[in-house]
């Protein structure tokens, strides 16, 4: 159990440090998951209109 609160505190303390970085990353990785969806919403909407 200790090891696991050590491990949590040097996590958080990693994020303390490069949260910009890390909000970059992850909106980076939200913009690409929304584009994916709209690509595969499209192409569904199209395969059912033909």
């Given amino acids: ?3 696991l609160t050590t491990c949590y505190c ?3 303390s ?3 440090t490069n949260k910009k970085e ?3 990353t992850i909106s980076k990785k939200i913009k690409n998951i929304i584009e994916e969806s709209n690509e ?3 192409s569904k909407r199209f395969v059912g209109l033909k």
């Fill in 14 to 16: 990693y994020l303390q």
């Fill in 10 to 12: 040097l996590i958080l």
């Fill in 1 to 3: 159990m200790e090891t």
């Fill in 22 to 24: 890390l909000l970059k």
């Fill in 40 to 42: 595969r919403y499209k």
